[in-house]
């Protein structure tokens, strides 16, 4: 138990790596790296070890939390159980299938992509199932729309379903504007306990200064601040020219804003707010527009740890004489 709950932590680590690592330094900075000198070559080494560590990781903690969860009747209730179980099959054979042959076709890809929108979708009603507060549901709900949404996006633009009509650009738009209030509604969202901390006026520090440097680059290096959101999160911020880009930029501010004080204060409180905290990071930086087996794996497993923080800290809620559906046992800080 402890293990799992340490491989998380160390994912999480790994997440991160491969955002400021993979996407960012080798992919943004060195992109001719392959006939540079030893160094440059040795970080483009460096970030694709780390992209498949975490992706493998990623698989392996989502395979066995999922395994744990049904063995011990824990989130999931008995009529999502056996569908839940399906799709999370079919998830890690695709997975698997998409690895083995790197980089994957476009049809396995979004054979992988449906089966973890699936996943996603059913994780979602098993959390509506929990004895939580609405906000906290809708907060999930909102964490959930953008997977489900792009990979319908994503679906509609590689085959003929309904290809000309616009449709796979309105739900892409539509899935990141909900990305976007799912992270800057998450401090008011999600558990109330990740509010109470003696460490909040560090938190609202740490969170007015990185809105202060979106605002800075946004008015001195914009150029700069589009390609790293495109690369880094897979976001694409409209040119300041265009109607509606500032707002869209407030938008994107908020979220920033909204992750730093959920998260923070939940890695401190410990317990199912940390796991909580873990799922947030691994989602936003698998990024929006996923484009690789392994961060598609990192957001699976994002999802499924937010999914089970919400759930155990629903299991204190229920009156005396209810049955609790959820694990209630004392989880390790």
């Not at 004895?131 to 319908?152: D, E, Q, S």
């Not at 409209?238 to 004080?261: E, K, M, Q, R």
Request: some cysteine; aromatic content about 10%.
């Amino acid at each position: 138990m402890d293990v799992r709950f340490n491989l998380t932590a160390v994912l999480a680590v790994l997440a991160v790596l491969d955002l400021l690592v993979d996407r960012l330094l080798t992919r943004l900075f060195l992109p001719a790296a392959s006939g540079a000198d030893g160094g440059a070559h040795g970080l483009v080494w460096l970030g694709a070890f780390v992209s498949h560590l975490a992706g493998a990781l990623a698989l392996l903690v989502f395979a066995t939390s999922f395994l744990g969860l049904i063995r011990r009747r824990e989130l999931y209730p008995r009529s999502l159980r056996m569908v839940a179980s399906i799709l999370a099959v079919f998830f890690v054979l695709l997975f698997t299938a998409a690895v083995s042959t790197y980089p994957p076709s476009t049809r396995l890809f979004v054979q992988l992509r449906v089966s973890h929108a699936f996943f996603a979708f059913m994780t979602l009603l098993a959390v509506w199932r929990v004895p939580v507060p609405g906000r906290t549901k809708l907060g999930m709900t909102l964490f959930t729309l953008p997977l489900v949404l792009h990979t319908a996006a994503l679906f509609c633009s590689e085959t003929s379903f309904m290809r000309g009509g616009g449709l796979a650009g309105q739900l892409a738009r539509i899935g990141e504007l909900t990305a976007f209030l799912a992270a800057g509604g998450a401090p008011l969202l999600l558990p109330q306990s990740l509010r109470n901390t003696r460490a909040s006026a560090f938190v609202w520090l740490v969170g007015a200064v990185a809105v202060a440097l979106v605002g800075l680059l946004a008015s001195t290096k914009f150029d700069l601040m589009q390609v790293l959101a495109l690369y880094g999160l897979r976001l694409e911020l409209p040119p300041l020219s265009l109607p509606g880009a500032w707002a869209y930029l407030l938008l994107f501010a908020l979220a920033v804003f909204g992750a730093i004080t959920a998260v923070i204060p939940a890695l401190l409180s410990g317990g199912g707010d940390r796991l909580l905290a873990y799922g947030i990071v691994m989602i936003i930086t698998a990024g929006y527009q996923i484009g690789s087996p392994p961060d598609l794996a990192i957001s699976t497993a994002g999802l499924l740890a937010m999914a089970v923080g919400i759930a155990r800290r629903g299991a204190g809620t229920l009156p005396p004489n209810e049955p609790i559906p959820v694990s209630s046992a004392p989880q390790p800080a």
